[in-house]
């Protein structure tokens, strides 16, 4: 029996070297933390009990340094599972694009014209002139806001980032 355990923990130590970070008290037996685990076998005083108490200390480091392997892959793997899935929405603005251009329509005729660089009827003529030549809304902008997309380009220079904020759309649906 003895020797069975002995070739176990040769076996361990095989595998795992630096596991045997132990430090026990065997009666007139003490093994100190930077003792490999062929020092103790070499220990010819050692009983099978104590032996056993060795491998039982092994196999505990050993679960404890798998707990511990396994703890971090499931950490990185579900803070990489959260980025990927759990998307928070970037453009949270009450005031959506839509609703920022009917404002600039309903409000003060000046305002529209600082904005966006034409007058409110000059606008409302070019809407009317693409809706005849046949464009009409897209599934998520419609005509108006598309219009005020580009003069507000045309006008401030911002980049797409910055104009997908101020009419809370993707950078996608900015560039198309």
Request: net charge neutral.
């Amino acid at each position: 029996m003895l020797m069975a355990i002995c070739q176990h923990l040769r076996k361990v130590q095989k595998v795992l070297p630096e596991v045997c970070c132990l430090s026990l008290n065997f009666g007139h037996a003490i093994i100190w933390p930077d003792q490999s685990i062929t020092d103790i076998l070499a220990m010819e005083h050692l009983s099978a009990r104590d032996c056993l108490t060795v491998q039982q200390r092994i196999r505990l480091r050993f679960q404890h340094y798998a707990a511990l392997f396994m703890s971090i892959i499931l950490t990185a793997t579900a803070s990489m599972l959260q980025a990927i899935y759990i998307k928070e929405p970037y453009h949270t603005s009450i005031l959506t694009g839509e609703g920022w251009v009917m404002e600039l329509l309903a409000r003060h005729p000046e305002r529209i014209r600082c904005e966006l660089g034409v007058r409110h009827h000059v606008f409302a003529e070019l809407i009317a002139e693409l809706r005849a030549m046949g464009y009409t809304n897209s599934k998520y902008v419609s005509l108006e806001e598309q219009l005020a997309i580009f003069l507000y380009a045309f006008v401030t220079g911002l980049t797409i980032r910055h104009l997908g904020e101020r009419f809370q759309q993707s950078n996608e649906t900015i560039s198309l």
